[in-house]
């Protein structure tokens, strides 16, 4: 049968389009399904598939016989400096035992020999911390620290630490410095240590094994939304009463003295079972000068406030009419950079005055979608203050080529 | 003007290409966001061995043997008055020091009147491990059990002297 040329064409073009629609087909099933079990897959997988690392940033042992130093917390376990006192076993490997549990930066008790080592290293995608105690003896009690840290440098939490220990009797392993639920700030790092005590019941010339399991949850994505102080029932009066469709509230008056109202983000319609307490506000105010201050609690951030202070109910425009909109508000910080407080003070007043305070508010919650997550530019601006790591930092790519946004290139 | 049959064609892949490439992306950006910290530990034990060995004696009426792992018997046959004595070394081949926790001598068989003790090591002595720093030498200890017969002599007994030792850092006075 003879066919056209065109319609042969047309026939090639198809497979390959069919060829490449599996492929990729393939590749996204493998993307996606990884994001569904990140948790679980192994850190080589992860690095397989894209340039991510863990959330592990140093880790360091109170004896393998050198002082570490890390920029941001100085000497992190003093004491360790490769001697032996009256027995060295290791040399300028380890040093004298610890004989209890280690505090960063502050030196421990130790005995008077060098006996015992720990070393700990970090695999190079800093998902896992190898610790190997060698020649333990009862009573030995090195301690290994290290800073975890939310990929991509957004906040996160820890929601779980598990200790796996199948030897109770021979050692006990504690972790100290990080607890459950703690917040790891957006750029921040949190800084923890495992104990090891060797017990009592330990056998001599044996093998025991035992496991920290640290899951960070990373994926509850944050919301940015509005915030707007409220005073509570006695004080504060929706925008909606006086024919605004916006919601928020104005709150007074109030003679002198001292005020703290909530700071409620995304309560639309004024009805706070819809929003979310972020913070609070307090008001310090003697008669003729206001200070007003924004709180926000742990985890939480501010990008923008605007305030109005003074007789009228509302703060008014241009046209002296009544507004609600914060852009008019008399006093403003913008470009805030993810600010946890930030403060007002307003001079020149009399009598009683009302309070309007607005603040741009990003926080942690179920309020966003995971898929959110990457849509960095829009409603999370890690960007720029993320870069105050900056070169004194000792990871040597880090650097100063540090970006948040940068999905695309390797970090460390 | 009606569009070619390959402009669709061409149009539909890439158009499928991009919304799975993003979906694939979003895939592994998801997953970045989740994580967990490993903390993954093992650890060896040392161990303590001593080993008592038999030293020279000072005549041919004393002998000295091990008779348990950490214990030396000391014969004496038809001793005269006189002192008698026997040496023995005491050495750590265990990967931790260690002291003396004790020294007993059992002295049901000696007859009245005789006088055993040890000396070169005391209840304490601290013995550290093999291998130490090339140089030292404090990976044994030796001793001496002495025997004094008094006048009325002529004896022949036996007795057992048992060391017992402990991790150095656990050791009580």
Redesign the interface.
Known sequence: MIRSR?FK??TR??RW?II??VV??A??S???????S??T?KADD?MA??C?T???KWVVSNDDGKVTNICSYGDIDPGDDGGGTN???W?GQSSDDP?EPQTMGVECAR?D?D??RTTAWMSCDH?????????????YYPT?F?G?K???S?P?TITSIVIDNPYPD??T?TTSGIYEGQVIPKCGEVTGA?Q?H?E?A??????????????????T?GKCDTAYAYGGEEYATCFQSYGFSNWGWTNGPIGPGYYEFELWAGAAQCDTSKGTLVGWLTVDYDGSTAIVAYNLYEGNYMTATHLYVGNDRLPKNKKDEETVAPGQYPYKHNGLDDVTIDSYTVTGLSGDIYIVAHADVCWRGNGGS??N??SWGSSWNWGSSCRSWGSSWNWGSWGNSWNCRS?GGCWR | MRKSGKTRFARLGLLSIAILVSLCVMGIGYAGWMDTADIDGTMHTGYIEMVVTPGECSSNNISCSVAAPHTLQITLTEAEPDTYTCGFTITNTGTIPVKIQGIDIDTSGVPAGVDVSVTGVVKGTQIEQAGAEEGEEDDSAEGMVIVIVPENGNLSFSFDVEFSFIQWNLYEE
Request: charged fraction near 10%; hydrophobic fraction near 45%; proline fraction near 3%.
């Open positions: 065109g064409r047309r073009l198809g389009l490449a629609l990729v087909v590749l996204g493998l993307g996606v399904a990884y994001g569904y990140s948790g897959l992860m598939l894209a991510t863990g959330p592990l027995y060295d076993n040399g004989s005995y020999k006996v015992a998902k896992k911390i190898t610790v190997l105690l060698e020649n333990a003896y009862p009573c290994v290290f975890l939310c990929p991509e957004t996160g021979a050692l392993a495992v090891v060797v009592q330990a056998m001599q010339n044996t093998v025991y094994t035992f496991d920290v399991l640290i899951t960070i949850d990373c994926t994505c995971s898929w997550c990457g999905w």
